[in-house]
């Protein structure tokens, strides 16, 4: 009887969902479903194949809510603004962030307005996924039960539209609620303690490459499983392979038959915080802007939140100029607003046609859209050509003021002049170097001696400083006369950690002085010492030398960070400079004997080697995953970005653990060569589906540890020769 009361229970599932759903629609989506083809790798990697654009998007959508719905939901509640609708209250400024700067209403509007082609995309993401939860009743979305074909024009990444994480929420949150700040705060990512997220992006011309082809690494630094691998196929003249965000559309990061892209976390200067002198007239309020005075641009704004089984609901009064909305106070008459990039159309649009170009001519056209907010570009074709632009949506701005401040929105010299053209971007092509590397580092390092000069732009440009893994980039692929693909994945692992060479040196310096010596009456701590006077600064599972040297560094560096001046901004160079001045020798040596003491409380031993520490661990595949020692996980030899580690790992201990876990850093990574036939290689983070029952939750993760990658498959005929499963979405 159990096997009939199951299929009677679907059966009445399925009747409730197809209530939810318009008979016509259901059936538009079936028959869209038999145009589409997904077949299924023995990775588990879902190649699609459709007869247009629209249904390899369709497919794709399908395919990426059968590897992690809950992600897809999740991105959308957060980029639409309804994330307080499940998580409650503390949510309400996130979304109120999301609705500043585009509500649901505009994206309606901006998507009524869009070229056909882009209808036809943006419909097929909606309907994908909505045949999705037709066709599995039993899945339960925490709020999201239909999908809309203007919801990707609301979400803000970077490179897909002004990237409103910049804001800070706690300033948003004082402002808003009547908890004046009168502190000008950096944006919520850039606190110094937590693991640096980025990415790193390499280019090798023909004339260094032993098979006379360009290659391509592509090396996205996020939090794990951010990004899943697929492949687009369709019959008109789409075939991306790459890593594409849950929810979105189009490959992010990757490559076709004739060309890869690699986008790198870049600080260039896109958008602007502007102070606004407000004045109140006849109960109105006013903004200075020369001479005159506008009015402020006030709303109501409802937003609703769960409060136990209640959905309740609070309103804010929102502000905003010209500039845009106001996020803050910096005192008791003005205001903060942000200026950044709002053309959502047009960066989708980028983001969608630069998967289609077919070498640097066309790639650079699309680049003209000005689509891409706060990422860098590393390019490689089949004619054998590497580029590199640095940013790309780019405002022309009045250098006399310094840009990485707010500036007075009173003044018209502080307006935007338009937009810098690509060809005035800080850039490069085909360097006599051989080479481009960016690991969201300064432009003017990219390829070494052939690298742009940094005097012929404004500095608003490119402010970003040098990094250890830029170091560490330029190093490697300066030594190197030729590379393979395996050349390329080893360059992509060295093991070199660049930001201990200067802090190692100090810290030994330290104990031979008499008062470091005298500072600690560890027996441990000379033989410690020696072990860090010996490391080769390498990293690797077995050295102790590594545990030794990140475990102290991160104690004296929180120390010399409660010593830096107010606002001050550290890269990782002038963050290792402030750490050896600002601490005296007795302190570090007392630190390193403190972490001597901690290893032993948690291991027995002082000699830890790395990979006992540090491990890949995924028990749940929930967003937030769990961590517990006692269950099995693998050790991992690469460690945090932060001291150069140019494959990263950001791992900590977790609650209730001792060993480390890491969350963050490698997570899709590719080696590609563009000859006649495309070779590319690839390793996914743990796999491609979150569910812990799925052969493909884990299956990657030994080759991830050990940096190992697997052969990508392509082109149809090796699809298909190792295809594990076929078949329609529905089916």
Same mark, same amino acid.
């Given at each position: 009887?159990?096997?009939?009361?199951?299929?009677?229970?679907?059966?009445?599932?399925?009747?409730?969902?197809?209530?939810?759903?318009?008979?016509?629609?259901?059936?538009?989506?079936?028959?869209?479903?038999?145009?589409?083809?997904?077949?299924?790798?023995?990775?588990?990697?879902?190649?699609?194949?459709?007869?247009?654009?629209?249904?390899?998007?369709?497919?794709?959508?399908?395919?990426?809510?059968?590897?992690?719905?809950?992600?897809?939901?999740?991105?959308?509640?957060?980029?639409?603004?309804?994330?307080?609708?499940?998580?409650?209250?503390?949510?309400?400024?996130?979304?109120?962030?999301?609705?500043?700067?585009?509500?649901?209403?505009?994206?309606?509007?901006?998507?009524?307005?869009?070229?056909?082609?882009?209808?036809?995309?943006?419909?097929?993401?909606?309907?994908?996924?909505?045949?999705?939860?037709?066709?599995?009743?039993?899945?339960?979305?925490?709020?999201?039960?239909?999908?809309?074909?203007?919801?990707?024009?609301?979400?803000?990444?970077?490179?897909?539209?002004?990237?409103?994480?910049?804001?800070?929420?706690?300033?948003?949150?004082?402002?808003?609620?009547?908890?004046?700040?009168?502190?000008?705060?950096?944006?919520?990512?850039?606190?110094?303690?937590?693991?640096?997220?980025?990415?790193?992006?390499?280019?090798?011309?023909?004339?260094?490459?032993?098979?006379?082809?360009?290659?391509?690494?592509?090396?996205?630094?996020?939090?794990?499983?951010?990004?899943?691998?697929?492949?687009?196929?369709?019959?008109?003249?789409?075939?991306?392979?790459?890593?594409?965000?849950?929810?979105?559309?189009?490959?992010?990061?990757?490559?076709?038959?004739?060309?890869?892209?690699?986008?790198?976390?870049?600080?260039?200067?896109?958008?602007?915080?502007?102070?606004?002198?407000?004045?109140?007239?006849?109960?109105?309020?006013?903004?200075?802007?020369?001479?005159?005075?506008?009015?402020?641009?006030?709303?109501?704004?409802?937003?609703?939140?769960?409060?136990?089984?209640?959905?309740?609901?609070?309103?804010?009064?929102?502000?905003?100029?010209?500039?845009?909305?106001?996020?803050?106070?910096?005192?008791?008459?003005?205001?903060?607003?942000?200026?950044?990039?709002?053309?959502?159309?047009?960066?989708?649009?980028?983001?969608?046609?630069?998967?289609?170009?077919?070498?640097?001519?066309?790639?650079?056209?699309?680049?003209?859209?000005?689509?891409?907010?706060?990422?860098?570009?590393?390019?490689?074709?089949?004619?054998?050509?590497?580029?590199?632009?640095?940013?790309?949506?780019?405002?022309?701005?009045?250098?006399?003021?310094?840009?990485?401040?707010?500036?007075?929105?009173?003044?018209?010299?502080?307006?935007?002049?338009? %937009?810098?053209?690509?060809? /005035? &971007?800080?850039?490069? #092509?085909?360097? *006599?170097?051989?080479?481009?590397?960016?690991?969201? =580092? +300064?432009?003017?390092?990219?390829?070494?001696?052939?690298?742009?000069?940094?005097?012929?732009?404004?500095?608003?440009?490119?402010?970003?400083?040098?990094?250890?893994?830029?170091?560490?980039?330029?190093?490697?692929?300066?030594?190197?006369?030729?590379?393979?693909?395996?050349?390329?994945?080893?360059?992509?692992?060295?093991?070199? %950690?660049?930001?201990?060479? /200067? &802090?190692?040196?100090? #810290?030994?310096? *330290?104990?031979?002085?008499?008062?470091?010596?005298? =500072? +600690?009456?560890?027996?441990?701590?000379?033989?410690?010492?020696?072990?860090?006077?010996?490391?080769?600064?390498?990293?690797?599972?077995?050295?102790?030398?590594?545990?030794?040297?990140?475990?102290?560094?991160?104690?004296?560096?929180?120390?010399?960070?409660?010593?830096?001046?107010?606002?001050?901004?550290?890269?990782?160079?002038?963050?290792?400079?402030?750490?050896?001045?600002?601490?005296?020798?007795?302190?570090?040596?007392?630190?390193?004997?403190?972490?001597?003491?901690?290893?032993?409380?948690?291991?027995?031993?002082?000699?830890?080697?790395?990979?006992?520490?540090?491990?890949?661990?995924?028990?749940?595949?929930?967003?937030?995953?769990?961590?517990?020692?006692?269950?099995?996980?693998?050790?991992?030899?690469?460690?945090?970005?932060?001291?150069?580690?140019?494959?990263?790992?950001?791992?900590?201990?977790?609650?209730?653990?001792?060993?480390?876990?890491?969350?963050?850093?490698?997570?899709?990574?590719?080696?590609?060569?563009?000859?006649?036939?495309?070779?590319?290689?690839?390793?996914?983070?743990?796999?491609?589906?979150?569910?812990?029952?799925?052969?493909?939750?884990?299956?990657?993760?030994?080759?991830?540890?050990?940096?190992?990658?697997?052969?990508?498959?392509?082109?149809?005929?090796?699809?298909?020769?190792?295809?594990?499963?076929?078949?329609?979405?529905?089916?």
């Amino acid at each position: 009887m159990r096997p009939l009361f199951t299929l009677f229970l679907l059966f009445s599932c399925l009747a409730a969902q197809a209530q939810a759903f318009k008979p016509e629609e259901i059936a538009r989506w079936q028959r869209q479903a038999k145009q589409v083809n997904i077949i299924r790798d023995q990775w588990g990697v879902p190649h699609i194949y459709g007869k247009t654009d629209a249904d390899a998007v369709f497919g794709l959508l399908y395919a990426q809510c059968e590897d992690d719905f809950a992600r897809v939901e999740e991105n959308y509640l957060t980029n639409i603004g309804r994330l307080a609708e499940v998580e409650g209250e503390t949510a309400l400024y996130s979304d109120l962030r999301a609705n500043l700067f585009l509500d649901s209403t505009q994206a309606i509007n901006i998507y009524k307005k869009s070229p056909p082609w882009m209808k036809e995309l943006l419909n097929a993401f909606a309907d994908g996924t909505n045949y999705y939860l037709y066709t599995h009743p039993t899945v339960k979305p925490k709020l999201l039960t239909r999908y809309q074909p203007w919801m990707p024009l609301m979400f803000s990444e970077g490179s897909i539209g002004g990237n409103i994480s910049v804001v800070p929420l706690e300033r948003l949150k004082a402002f808003y609620s009547q908890k004046k700040s009168t502190s000008w705060q950096h944006p919520d990512f850039e606190k110094q303690d937590r693991e640096p997220v980025g990415s790193n992006g390499f280019a090798i011309a023909p004339a260094k490459s032993a098979s006379g082809h360009a290659l391509l690494l592509i090396n996205p630094h996020t939090s794990f499983y951010f990004r899943p691998e697929v492949q687009m196929v369709s019959e008109a003249g789409l075939n991306a392979y790459g890593a594409v965000t849950w929810g979105q559309f189009f490959v992010y990061q990757g490559f076709n038959q004739n060309c890869g892209w690699m986008h790198t976390s870049s600080q260039a200067d896109s958008m602007d915080e502007y102070l606004e002198t407000i004045e109140e007239k006849n109960g109105k309020l006013y903004y200075k802007v020369g001479k005159k005075r506008r009015p402020v641009q006030v709303k109501k704004v409802s937003l609703a939140y769960k409060q136990g089984n209640q959905v309740l609901r609070k309103e804010f009064t929102t502000y905003r100029t010209h500039h845009g909305p106001v996020v803050g106070q910096q005192a008791d008459n003005q205001w903060v607003t942000v200026r950044m990039m709002d053309t959502p159309l047009e960066a989708l649009e980028q983001s969608y046609l630069r998967t289609k170009a077919t070498d640097y001519a066309s790639f650079n056209e699309v680049m003209k859209l000005n689509g891409n907010a706060t990422n860098n570009t590393v390019f490689a074709d089949s004619k054998g050509n590497i580029a590199y632009w640095h940013g790309n949506f780019m405002p022309i701005r009045d250098p006399q003021f310094d840009w990485s401040r707010p500036v007075d929105g009173s003044n018209p010299q502080t307006e935007w002049k338009g %937009l810098h053209k690509v060809n /005035e &971007l800080v850039q490069v #092509l085909n360097p *006599a170097s051989g080479w481009i590397q960016n690991c969201n =580092s +300064t432009p003017f390092t990219v390829s070494g001696p052939s690298s742009p000069a940094k005097d012929k732009y404004a500095a608003y440009m490119a402010p970003d400083a040098e990094n250890y893994r830029g170091i560490n980039a330029v190093r490697v692929l300066s030594r190197r006369k030729l590379y393979t693909l395996d050349t390329l994945i080893a360059a992509a692992n060295d093991p070199y %950690l660049a930001g201990f060479e /200067e &802090l190692i040196p100090a #810290l030994v310096a *330290a104990y031979q002085t008499p008062a470091g010596k005298a =500072s +600690t009456a560890s027996k441990a701590v000379p033989e410690a010492i020696e072990v860090l006077r010996t490391w080769d600064k390498k990293y690797g599972k077995t050295s102790v030398g590594q545990t030794l040297a990140i475990y102290w560094a991160e104690r004296i560096q929180k120390l010399a960070r409660t010593r830096a001046l107010p606002d001050q901004r550290l890269d990782n160079l002038t963050f290792t400079a402030l750490v050896i001045e600002k601490t005296t020798p007795q302190e570090k040596v007392v630190a390193l004997a403190e972490t001597l003491d901690e290893l032993t409380r948690d291991f027995g031993t002082w000699k830890m080697p790395w990979g006992e520490v540090n491990r890949f661990q995924r028990l749940t595949g929930q967003i937030q995953e769990v961590y517990d020692d006692s269950k099995p996980s693998i050790p991992v030899a690469f460690t945090s970005s932060a001291w150069g580690s140019l494959a990263a790992f950001g791992a900590r201990a977790q609650t209730g653990t001792k060993k480390r876990y890491g969350n963050v850093g490698n997570s899709f990574v590719a080696v590609v060569e563009f000859g006649p036939r495309i070779k590319a290689r690839s390793v996914l983070a743990g796999g491609e589906n979150s569910d812990p029952n799925s052969p493909h939750f884990t299956d990657q993760a030994t080759m991830y540890a050990e940096q190992r990658f697997k052969d990508v498959l392509f082109y149809p005929e090796d699809v298909r020769k190792n295809a594990k499963k076929t078949y329609h979405p529905g089916e």
